[in-house]
């Protein structure tokens, strides 16, 4: 019978981190070479699972900007994705086409299927969604209309991105 609960826990854990959205501060930025950052700028997210202290796994609350692109188009080796619009509108752009996502739609990206995929704020207003995903340093992404690849590692070596034949940026 497992006893884990009110007045249970077990030792060696730690306690559950409760908090408001709010508290948790907007990031912008991206480690893309500088060459291929453009995209992106506008995008702002917040880090919720590291603000709750999870390891296993990223959830972000992901601002875009008119004209803001969530990164990329991209797909991962190693790492499932989990998208879920929660205000405002984005394209989503993959391999399958593009479709508008509104507040509600959620897409999935399984781990190995290669279907590029990003998210590009169209409208005139800023969108807002959640986005999880593993965060396996086993992961690679590759980026088929760019000259970028990110080598596994990435969780563990900011300088992962590599131009497709190998080299440095």
Known sequence: M?????????????????????????????????????????RHARRLGAAGGLTQFGVNLVRLEPGAWSSQRHWHTHEDEFVMMMEGEAVLVSDEGESVLRPGDCAGFPAGVENAH?????????????????????????????DLEAKPGRYSDPDCFRRKDGSRF
């Open 118 to 146: 990003c998210l590009q704020n169209r409208s005139d207003a800023d969108c807002v969604f959640l986005v999880a995903g593993g965060r396996s340093d086993k992961d690679a992404a590759f980026y088929p209309d760019i």
């Open 2 to 42: 497992c006893k884990i609960g009110r007045g249970h826990a077990r030792s060696g854990t730690q306690p559950m981190k409760r908090f408001a959205v709010d508290d948790v501060e907007e990031a912008t930025g991206t480690g893309y070479p500088a060459e291929y950052a453009g995209a992106v700028d506008g």
